[in-house]
């Protein structure tokens, strides 16, 4: 399972001209799914998305974590993060899950996390969507369990 995470000022997702979620401070996550990717990994991946350090404290060193500054989750579901990019030069995304079971991975992700306490928004799974953001910093992560 994978995690792009960036930290935002904010970040939202529109589908057909329509806001469907949106945050102010904290991460904007892209997940992707692969193939063998079941809940414990998505426990262990949310575990280390929701206490990864990189916001600044009083020192403005990277020290404090999303729910240490208030911070909100934006997970939107990325089929492309799986993609085997290795030869040619078109990706192959056959080390991608099935769709019903990224789709059920990526919805208990964001049941955990919000479980966990955190505020989380979301995109809509498999649809077309675009996303805004303004990068924080910037400052961008690839996590992967």
Partial sequence: MIALIQRVSEASVTVEGEVVGAIDQGFLVLLGVEQGDDEDKADKLLHKVSGYRIFGDEQGKMNLNVAQVGGSLLVVSQFTLAADT???????????ARSD????LYEYFIDQARVA???TETGRFAADMKVALLNDGPVTFWLQV
Avoid: D, I, Q, V
């Fill in 86 to 96: 290795g030869k040619g030069m078109r990706p192959s995304f056959s080390g991608g």
């Fill in 117 to 119: 306490g955190l505020r």
């Fill in 101 to 104: 079971e990224a789709k059920r």
